[in-house]
């Protein structure tokens, strides 16, 4: 009845699909909220060593604020939504601990080694997603793959289900990425 | 840097990574041919082969820890009334859970405070969180953990302050003492006489398992954490009783029931799955399924669709495994017999018989199979201990497979089915033409005093509503007043039994209203529809109270059979068929009960029927699978009605035995098994002398379906005599009664059929005449109904037919204004009812129909666009059905049309336009 009864969460998150800037706003810190309260809990239930596989947070995330609008329209959405919470989060947390290091060369590698392992905190978060900001200006698409999948989780169908593509092409369009993104971050001969 | 901008090369690179590297060298020699951009491309392929594992595990992954124990938490050391916070405990469903401890006291007692946490929809989590509190107020069980105040902050956020419950969660608890099975059982049963209190005070906790079930030192269990319960009573300050219904999806899945997994209603026998499982863990050390994954999709579909292991065969497997949290556990029959029973023979032995069908009883994927209370649970469990004999039996091969919860294949089409169009009208008419024709007096005097309406009490609604005004506007009022009434008289339902009943009653008659089952027409089957789930959300807390007697069992048997019908109707064929199960199973139950009671097998012929219904769907769109189970329902419901119908003159069980051969046969004719079906009709014929038994209105929609089985058969010959002939019905039924609207919409309904079918076989100016006059009648009607949507869809068939007529007659102008009015009607139908999918599908034709009247008009351009729209909405439908026979063959035909007129350009005629056939719509 009333016309100005507080939004939704699934309103909200039609709205800011629709394009609708102040929806998405509005949005953000709710997701943003979840995920970190999620992450805590998972780590508070879980025996130590487990590796939290990202995508069932945000799954999760996405069931207990949508509830009974949780469908595959809008879910699609919500994932691309909760990717870039992910990034937010995991990027102040590193920059507010200060384990960045920073300015470029911050990806420790040689050419024998595997690269980076999840544990390993030299992993530069900052450098990486200064550098993916700097894809994202030559190109959106690709740099939105890399969004969904490193920060997001995602895997390549759950990807194609947001950015209606192929899989294929996700792929392909993924290793592209991550050959510039690398290239961007070496340390310079 | 490289100067080279990333847009020219990025799908080279793309295509390069993509190659084998030795064939990466030529592809470049091709592709970039300058230096500089080969060089830059080449440097990007070293960079990628260099990167190993670069961006390979999300990024979550590895800063999840420090994350989780760097969050600030403000609740920390804070003072709350007498109480200072010492540290977080938990997550609980609507908000975080600390630890404090009573500063003031020298006993230093510890207590649990809960807290609604800040942010999204406050105002939701609020009324959640004080209906919680609510609850817990009212529960006081030595084994549930109790409430000890409540309050706010300063910042008014509200929190509740609990027992402090320090101990084990029960199944560690078990181990660690190593407790015997009878030990294990006995605990058990503790905690069940704490759920058993909790559904006798119309709480479901929703939430059972091991670590929402603590021991404390004294071995005593406190079951905790009722934060996602469900409320069964409404909550006196704000929203009435159903709205408390929708609950986010907050439990956890390993034991979850499978209703609570598919998002289905949930009720008491949900808690006796979960406490099943727990039951489980306690004798063999896992749980009844295994998951690779946690994923919710994963989790339902292995608990709804496969058995679980009975306990005596678990406990023998070896296993080796990881289990959920991520740890190697070597499982044998020795070590868990080693912290339960001792030997590992005497533990298989003692788990086998009637413990495994006692814990699979629990665990049955329907819930009216499980034990019918917590009490019945646990009673069993008592008589196994004194060695007496249990209720549980083996399962029967009927119900094994979880047939009850089977995930339905998308390809489940809308409704529309053949008793639902216009000509057909008729079923409806037969179906509730004895109940509306004796309580629909003609009250609108009545209504017109105003005395129905005067006094607000429910009785005098309920009069009003047994003797409802014939006019669609009058009875709108009726609805919307009663409907305001209801919400209100939910707010003092409150756990008085009577009052729910009454409210069960009433919603279930407003669901019927509103879906116009007792008159004329389709009318908001979306209202009606959350009408009737009010009823049931109702009629389910009752049965959690008072179990299933009798009484209330034939109250959700009647409930359910018009919610299903609804659904059938609105083309919600999946939940339909969801709640036709269970509209059976409660029918059986009955029958078992009163076993030759006539009106239970009546309910069980019904619930057959309508089961053969929601498995048949549409039958255009239905696997012959689906047919042929849907057959066997019928088939079923025939027997049952058969020594009815011979024992008693009584119209009902005829009706009922028409009805499911009718069904039959039009499943028949579906499945193209065209010479059976004509049998069914031939057998009908014998069986009742020629229809002269059947009242008239059933002779004229035998004619009616059996014309369209000759439509199929291509006999058109015998298909006209038989339209004919149910037109004849409908005329004299006219002539007998000219003011009822029934009478009125068959017989233009029939009218309209008979001149369609005639232009087709060649009498076109007769036809059309036949057609105008019908669609005039429909035009009136409408008029003076505007409410009634039936109407609509009649013209909407109507004009179809027109302009088809039209167009073959070559006015090709005429022929577009009335599919362009067909497309309006068909345009409103579907606003109004937006689960209706047939409506849909009538619009995607009908853009069809006019891409076709514009072809032939050698309007190719008009053509082609009125086919893109076409087009488009058959995807949108595609994408709803994917299995849908009827879409696909209409989508096809438009893309067949499509690709003629692509080469149609001039204004001259074009090959195969003239073959393209005008989309029947459906009917």
Same mark, same amino acid.
């Not at chain 1, 920059?95 to 392992?117: C, F, M, N, Q, W």
């Not at chain 2, 216009?422 to 109940?435: D, S």
């Given at each position: 009845?009333?016309?100005?009864?507080?939004?939704?969460?699934?309103?909200?998150?039609?709205?800011?699909?629709?394009?609708?800037?102040?929806?998405?706003?509005?949005?953000?810190?709710?997701?943003?909220?979840?995920?970190?309260?999620?992450?805590?809990?998972?780590?508070?239930?879980?025996?130590?060593?487990?590796?939290?596989?990202?995508?069932?947070?945000?799954?999760?995330?996405?069931?207990?604020?949508?509830?009974?609008?949780?469908?595959?329209?809008?879910?699609?959405?919500?994932?691309?939504?909760?990717?870039?919470?992910?990034?937010?989060?995991?990027?102040?947390?590193?920059?507010?601990?200060?384990?960045?290091?920073?300015?470029?060369?911050?990806?420790?590698?040689?050419?024998?080694?595997?690269?980076?392992?999840?544990?390993?905190?030299?992993?530069?978060?900052?450098?990486?997603?200064?550098?993916?900001?700097?894809?994202?200006?030559?190109?959106?698409?690709?740099?939105?793959?890399?969004?969904?999948?490193?920060?997001?989780?995602?895997?390549?169908?759950e990807i194609s289900e947001v950015m209606n593509l192929s899989t294929a092409t996700i792929n392909r369009q993924w290793a592209g990425a991550r050959a510039w993104l690398y290239h961007e971050l070496k340390p310079k001969e | 840097m490289p100067t080279i901008p990333w847009d020219q090369v990025r799908e080279v690179v793309d295509a390069v990574l993509g190659l084998p590297s030795d064939q990466r060298s030529p592809y470049l020699d091709q592709a970039c041919p300058q230096p500089a951009v080969r060089r830059y491309v080449e440097?990007?392929?070293?960079?990628?082969?260099?990167?190993?594992?670069?961006?390979?595990?999300?990024?979550?992954?590895?800063?999840?820890?420090?994350?989780?124990?760097?969050?600030?938490?403000?609740?920390?050391?804070?003072?709350?009334?007498?109480?200072?916070?010492?540290?977080?405990?938990?997550?609980?469903?609507?908000?975080?859970?600390?630890?404090?401890?009573?500063?003031?006291?020298?006993?230093?007692?510890?207590?649990?405070?809960?807290?609604?946490?800040?942010?999204?929809?406050?105002?939701?989590?609020?009324?959640?969180?004080?209906?919680?509190?609510?609850?817990?107020?009212?529960?006081?069980?030595?084994?549930?953990?109790?409430?000890?105040?409540?309050?706010?902050?300063?910042?008014?956020?509200?929190?509740?302050?609990?027992?402090?419950?320090?101990?084990?969660?029960?199944?560690?608890?078990?181990?660690?003492?190593?407790?015997?099975?009878?030990?294990?059982?006995?605990?058990?049963?503790?905690?069940?006489?704490?759920?058993?209190?909790?559904?006798?005070?119309?709480?479901?906790?929703?939430?059972?398992?091991?670590?929402?079930?603590?021991?404390?030192?004294?071995?005593?269990?406190?079951?905790?954490?009722?934060?996602?319960?469900?409320?069964?009573?409404?909550?006196?300050?704000?929203?009435?009783?159903?709205?408390?219904?929708?609950?986010?999806r907050l439990f956890t899945p390993e034991y979850a029931s499978p209703e609570q997994l598919l998002d289905e209603p949930i009720t008491t026998a949900s808690d006796i799955y979960s406490l099943g499982v727990v039951l489980y863990e306690l004798l063999t050390g896992e749980r009844p399924y295994r998951f690779t994954t946690r994923k919710p999709d994963e989790i339902a579909r292995v608990v709804a669709d496969t058995d679980p292991e009975k306990p005596s065969a678990a406990v023998v497997r070896v296993e080796e495994s990881n289990d959920i949290r991520g740890e190697s556990v070597q499982r044998t029959l020795e070590t868990v017999s080693g912290t339960r029973e001792g030997s590992p023979e005497k533990l298989r032995?003692?788990?086998?018989?009637?413990?495994?069908?006692?814990?699979?009883?629990?665990?049955?994927?329907?819930?009216?199979?499980?034990?019918?209370?917590?009490?019945?649970?646990?009673?069993?469990?008592?008589?196994?201990?004194?060695?007496?004999?249990?209720?549980?039996?083996?399962?029967?091969?009927?119900?094994?497979?979880?047939?009850?919860?089977?995930?339905?294949?998308?390809?489940?089409? @809308?409704? *529309?089915?053949?008793? #639902? /169009?216009?000509?057909?009208?008729?079923?409806?008419? %037969?179906?509730?033409?004895?109940? $509306? &024709?004796?309580?629909?007096?003609?009250?609108?005097?009545?209504?017109?005093?105003?005395? @129905?309406? *005067?006094?607000?009490? #429910? /009785?005098?609604?309920?009069?009003?509503?047994?003797? %409802?005004?014939?006019?669609?506007? $009058? &009875?709108?009022?009726?609805?919307?007043?009663?409907?305001?009434?209801?919400?209100?008289?939910?707010?003092?339902?409150?756990?008085?039994?009577?009052?729910?009943?009454?409210?069960?009653?009433?919603?279930?008659?407003?669901?019927?209203?509103?879906?116009?089952?007792?008159?004329?027409?389709?009318?908001?089957?979306?209202?009606?529809?959350?009408?009737?789930?009010?009823?049931?959300?109702?009629?389910?807390?009752?049965?959690?109270?008072?179990?299933?007697d009798l009484a209330e069992l034939k109250s959700e048997i009647s409930l359910l059979h018009s919610y299903v019908r609804t659904l059938l109707v609105t083309g919600n064929t999946r939940d339909a068929l969801r709640m036709a199960t269970q509209q059976l199973a409660l029918a059986e139950l009955v029958a078992q009960k009163q076993p030759n009671d006539r009106d239970s097998i009546m309910d069980e012929a019904r619930a057959h029927i309508q089961m053969g219904w929601a498995q048949g769907g549409n039958g255009s769109s239905s696997s012959t699978r689906q047919l042929t189970e849907a057959m066997q329902h019928d088939r079923q419901a025939i027997e049952l009605l058969t020594p009815l119908v011979n024992q008693s003159p009584d119209s009902t069980p005829l009706t009922g035995m028409l009805q499911s051969n009718l069904d039959l046969a039009y499943h028949l004719r579906k499945n193209r098994e065209f010479e059976t079906s004509l049998k069914v009709y031939d057998a009908i014929w014998s069986k009742t002398n020629g229809l002269q038994r059947l009242p008239i209105v059933a002779q004229a929609i035998f004619y009616n379906h059996r014309a369209r089985l000759f439509d199929d058969m291509a006999d058109y010959v015998r298909a006209d005599k038989d339209n004919r002939k149910s037109w004849e019905v409908a005329q004299s039924l006219l002539k007998a009664d000219p003011d009822d609207l029934v009478n009125k919409i068959n017989a233009a309904g029939n009218l309209g059929t008979v001149g369609i079918d005639e232009a087709r076989l060649g009498h076109v100016l007769t036809g059309k005449k036949k057609l105008d006059e019908a669609i005039k009648i429909g035009e009136q009607m409408l008029a003076d109904n505007p409410y009634e949507l039936f109407y609509k869809d009649l013209l909407l068939i109507g004009y179809s037919y027109r302009g088809e007529i039209l167009c073959s007659m070559k006015d090709f102008p005429a022929a577009l204004q009335q599919y362009n009015r067909s497309l309006t009607a068909a345009t409103e139908i579907a606003q109004h009812d937006p689960g209706d999918l047939e409506?849909?599908?009538?619009?995607?034709?009908?853009?069809?129909?006019?891409?076709?009247?514009?072809?032939?008009?050698?309007?190719?351009?008009?053509?082609?666009?009125?086919?893109?729209?076409?087009?488009?909405?058959?995807?949108?439908?595609?994408?709803?059905?994917?299995?849908?026979?009827?879409?696909?063959?209409?989508?096809?035909?438009?893309?067949?049309?499509?690709?003629?007129?692509?080469?149609?350009?001039?204004?001259?005629?074009?090959?195969?336009?003239?073959?393209?056939?005008?989309?029947?719509?459906?009917?």
């Open positions: 009845m009333a016309s100005a009864a507080p939004k939704t969460l699934t309103e909200l998150l039609l709205a800011s699909s629709q394009g609708d800037q102040n929806a998405l706003d509005e949005v953000m810190p709710v997701v943003y909220d979840e995920l970190r309260r999620l992450a805590r809990s998972y780590m508070r239930r879980e025996r130590p060593g487990h590796t939290l596989q990202t995508t069932v947070l945000v799954h999760e995330a996405y069931l207990r604020l949508l509830g009974q609008d949780a469908n595959w329209a809008n879910r699609s959405h919500f994932f691309g939504i909760a990717a870039k919470m992910m990034r937010r989060i995991l990027l102040d947390h590193a920059k507010s601990h200060g384990r960045a290091k920073r300015g470029g060369g911050a990806v420790k590698v040689t050419l024998d080694e595997p690269a980076i392992y999840s544990k390993a905190p030299d992993m530069d978060l900052v450098a990486v997603d200064e550098a993916l900001q700097r894809l994202e200006q030559v190109d959106q698409q690709r740099a939105q793959i890399v969004e969904l999948r490193f920060f997001g989780g995602l895997s390549a169908e | 440097s990007l392929v070293l960079s990628y082969e260099q990167a190993g594992q670069f961006l390979g595990e999300p990024a979550l992954a590895g800063h999840v820890e420090s994350l989780a124990q760097s969050e600030p938490d403000s609740w920390q050391g804070r003072r709350v009334g007498p109480y200072q916070v010492t540290e977080e405990i938990g997550e609980g469903g609507m908000g975080s859970v600390y630890r404090a401890i009573r500063v003031d006291d020298q006993y230093q007692k510890q207590v649990a405070i809960k807290v609604v946490r800040s942010g999204f929809d406050t105002r939701f989590a609020l009324n959640r969180f004080k209906a919680e509190r609510q609850i817990l107020a009212n529960l006081e069980h030595p084994n549930i953990a109790r409430l000890l105040e409540g309050g706010s902050t300063e910042d008014g956020q509200p929190y509740f302050v609990m027992e402090y419950i320090q101990g084990q969660p029960l199944d560690q608890y078990c181990d660690n003492h190593k407790l015997t099975i009878t030990e294990r059982l006995r605990l058990f049963r503790t905690v069940c006489s704490a759920a058993q209190y909790a559904h006798q005070n119309l709480v479901i906790h929703r939430d059972i398992k091991p670590n929402n079930i603590l021991v404390n030192a004294d071995g005593v269990p406190k079951l905790l954490d009722f934060g996602i319960a469900k409320i069964l009573s409404p909550e006196s300050s704000t929203s009435p009783l159903i709205q408390t219904m929708t609950m986010v032995r003692r788990l086998s018989g009637d413990l495994d069908n006692i814990v699979l009883m629990a665990l049955r994927k329907e819930p009216q199979r499980r034990y019918a209370s917590v009490e019945q649970f646990s009673e069993d469990i008592r008589r196994h201990l004194e060695g007496l004999p249990v209720i549980a039996r083996t399962d029967t091969f009927g119900y094994r497979s979880g047939k009850f919860v089977k995930r339905h294949a998308a390809g489940v089409t @809308a409704a *529309a089915l053949v008793v #639902l /169009s216009l000509t057909v009208g008729l079923a409806f008419a %037969l179906r509730e033409a004895k109940i $509306a &024709r004796e309580q629909r007096a003609r009250a609108e005097q009545r209504f017109n005093d105003g005395r @129905a309406l *005067a006094k607000s009490n #429910l /009785s005098e609604f309920q009069d009003a509503i047994q003797n %409802l005004p014939g006019s669609a506007a $009058a &009875r709108h009022l009726v609805i919307q007043r009663t409907l305001a009434y209801l919400d209100k008289l939910s707010h003092d339902a409150a756990g008085d039994r009577e009052i729910m009943r009454e409210l069960a009653a009433g919603y279930q008659r407003i669901g019927d209203l509103q879906g116009n089952f007792s008159g004329p027409g389709i009318g908001d089957s979306g209202a009606a529809l959350e009408s009737y789930r009010k009823a049931w959300t109702i009629r389910e807390s009752l049965a959690a109270a008072s179990g299933h409506s849909r599908l009538n619009i995607a034709k009908l853009h069809a129909a006019l891409g076709v009247v514009h072809a032939r008009a050698a309007q190719y351009p008009e053509a082609k666009q009125e086919f893109n729209i076409a087009r488009d909405n058959f995807q949108e439908l595609l994408r709803l059905r994917p299995q849908d026979a009827e879409v696909i063959y209409a989508s096809k035909a438009t893309q067949d049309a499509m690709a003629v007129v692509a080469n149609c350009s001039t204004q001259r005629p074009c090959k195969g336009v003239r073959e393209m056939k005008l989309p029947k719509l459906n009917n």
